[in-house]
Structures are given as structure tokens and as C-alpha cells.
């Protein structure tokens, strides 16, 4: 019986490890990531505008009333530097590191002039801005009834929201400037760096991670904001605290993988993407809704239909497109590049 039950063994050992190195290779196969989409496209696809007005400086109502002069200074100062953070890559990471919230540590570590460029900085302001802005949060605006979710608070926010900028006040003392760490950092990183003296006023810029960016507003900590545009329309709508002064980064959001002939190339894929509900997931799902693309949540492909998987930050899609679960990937730069050079490099 004893010697019965040790052939038994032996013959599932042997078998356990016949199967084993099959089953590891089915296990890992990585996504080739041979091409890169940049989201602009296909919106200017479905809605005939080139660009989307993806982050905005709001300034507090309050401070437009009595520091109008600084608030266009600022502005003023954001549009002059433009191209800096392009021809200064290095000094643009520094200066995010530097003003990093204590405690935390940002997730640009490095960058290129190519990724900034890919970012679309590019300060317009409020009154410029109006007509991309409002094509922008209409997506919002129809995708509150399909989602049944506060996205905007139920409407487009009215033309006093584009904050008209003018000369006089007085300067303040202080000032409290917040944005989220990623590429929206970039823009004010120009300031940062230089220490750009305005009207006399103390200063202090604090990169935050994406997630804390709501509080600082919500709030009222912060007197000036780089936020999510469709973020910055339903503070207006709920109590007019904040209002638009300038559009910053005009869609940073791209689509790696395989090889794309457009947003049909995902229909019977899985794409990974970024943060359920927010900004990255609502623009795709509502390109695909233009389209007449059909899409689910699933973890696997779903036939004729587009796959969505969802996952918690930009390092978590690089790894699923290493291991195979996902065909593509929707990601917002500079984490769009390191997926594409990183695992295009080792294709």
C-alpha cells in the first residue's frame, strides 16, 4: 500500500513538472507596444475641435475682486514661459521635486523635451479659451446622465465662470499656489524655478499627488489651483468660490500598444485605464460613445465590444501590459512615454 501511494506521488510530481513551464509561458506574454496614440486625435475625430482644455488655473473669486492685477500678472508670466520646461527638461524636474508636499515624493523623475512637448502645455486664457472649455465640459455634461454621477452639477457653468482679467487692486501679501504632481506640475514649473518675483507677494507653490488637488480647493486652502477642468466647473456651479483664469494642458492623454488604425482597432481588445470615473476614463467612453463603439467592464476581452480594465495609477498599467493581461493601455505622459520606451525597447 506504502510503496502504492509513492508511485502515486512520484507520477504527479513528474507530471506538476512537465506542465509547469508551459503554464508559466501562457502566463506571461508581454503586450507588444509598437505604437502610440495620442487621444487628440480621435477627439478632434468626434468633436471637430483640435484640443481639449484637459487642466485650468482657477483663482478664488475673492482674490479677482482685489488682486486683479496679480492674478493677470500671473497669467501673464505662465503664457511668457511657455517653452520653458521644453528647452529645460532637468531644471522642470528639480523645481516639481523641490516643491514636492513634505512627506511625498513626486512621480516625474525624469523627462525629455519630446514628453514635455507631448504634455500640449499651453496657456490660454478664460475669455480665449470659452468655446474649447464649453465643447470640453459638454462631454461631462452628457455623461452625468449615463453615469448618473455629479461630474459638473448638472450644467454648463455661466460666462461669469471665465474670469475676465484686468489691471488694478492691490497685491497681496501671500499667496498659496497648489497643482498635482504629473504634468500639470510642468507648467507652473517655470515659476518655481526662477522664483519669479510678482507684485511683491510671498509665493508658496506646493505639488501635491493627484488625488489631494480636490481638497485643496473644496477647502478654500488654496488661492490659486491648477485642477481638472470639469473639477473646476462643478466648484462654480456649487458656490461660484473659484472661476477660470487660464487653460494649461490641452490633452496629455495617450493610448499605447499595438499597432492602431483608430478607436474601431479596440473593439474585441482589452484596454487598461487610468482612474475609474475621472478625467482619462470619461473622455475614452465618451469617444467610443461617439462613435458607436460599444464597451464593457471586464478583465478579458468581450467580442465586438471594447474590454475596459481598470487600474489605480499609470506603474500598474506598464506592469499589465508587461504581463500580457491588457492589449493596450491609456495613459497620461510623461507615464505614456516610460510605458512606450520602456517596453518598446524591450520588444
Not at 524636474?93 to 525624469?110: F, L, R
Not at 482597432?265 to 467612453?285: H, S
Request: some cysteine.
Amino acid at each position: 500500500m506504502k510503496n502504492k501511494s509513492m508511485t502515486r506521488i512520484a507520477i504527479l510530481c513528474v507530471a506538476l513538472i512537465a506542465v509547469l513551464p508551459f503554464a508559466a509561458c501562457n502566463c506571461y506574454s508581454p503586450t507588444a507596444v509598437t505604437d502610440r496614440m495620442d487621444v487628440q486625435t480621435l477627439w478632434k475625430e468626434v468633436t471637430g475641435t483640435a484640443e481639449y482644455p484637459q487642466a485650468c488655473l482657477v483663482a478664488k473669486s475673492e482674490l479677482l475682486q482685489t488682486c486683479a492685477g496679480f492674478v493677470k500678472s500671473f497669467v501673464d508670466m505662465l503664457k511668457a514661459e511657455d517653452g520653458w520646461a521644453e528647452n529645460n527638461p532637468q531644471e522642470a524636474v528639480a523645481a516639481i521635486k523641490d516643491n514636492m508636499q513634505e512627506g511625498t515624493a513626486s512621480t516625474v523623475t525624469s523627462v525629455t523635451k519630446e514628453i514635455v512637448q507631448r504634455c500640449h502645455i499651453k496657456t490660454v486664457t478664460a475669455q480665449d479659451s470659452k468655446t474649447a472649455a464649453e465643447n470640453y465640459l459638454n462631454l461631462f455634461l452628457d455623461m452625468e446622465t449615463e453615469l448618473s454621477q455629479d461630474l459638473i452639477g448638472g450644467k454648463l457653468p455661466n460666462a461669469d465662470f471665465y474670469a475676465a482679467l484686468s489691471e488694478g487692486g492691490t497685491s497681496p501679501a501671500s499667496v498659496k499656489v497648489f497643482m498635482p504632481d504629473g504634468a500639470t506640475a510642468l507648467v507652473l514649473s517655470p515659476l518655481m524655478s526662477k522664483k519669479t518675483e510678482i507684485g511683491g507677494a510671498d509665493i508658496k507653490y506646493t505639488v501635491v499627488p493627484s488625488s489631494l488637488i480636490a481638497q485643496k480647493v473644496t477647502t478654500g486652502e488654496a488661492d490659486l489651483a491648477v485642477v481638472p477642468s470639469n473639477l473646476a466647473a462643478k466648484l462654480y456651479n456649487k458656490n461660484g468660490k473659484y472661476k477660470l483664469v487660464a487653460t494649461l494642458t490641452h490633452g496629455n492623454l495617450y493610448i499605447v500598444g499595438g499597432d492602431m488604425q483608430g478607436a474601431e482597432t479596440f473593439a474585441g481588445k482589452t484596454v487598461g485605464v487610468i482612474g475609474e470615473g475621472q478625467v482619462p476614463d470619461l473622455v475614452f467612453r465618451y469617444i467610443l460613445k461617439r462613435k458607436g463603439i460599444a464597451y464593457v467592464r471586464s478583465d478579458s476581452a468581450a467580442e465586438g465590444k471594447v474590454a475596459v480594465r481598470y487600474y489605480v495609477d499609470g506603474g500598474a498599467i506598464i506592469q499589465a501590459l508587461k504581463l500580457g493581461q491588457i492589449d493596450f493601455g491609456l495613459l497620461a505622459e510623461p507615464a505614456a512615454s516610460m510605458a512606450y520606451d520602456k517596453i518598446h525597447e524591450e520588444n
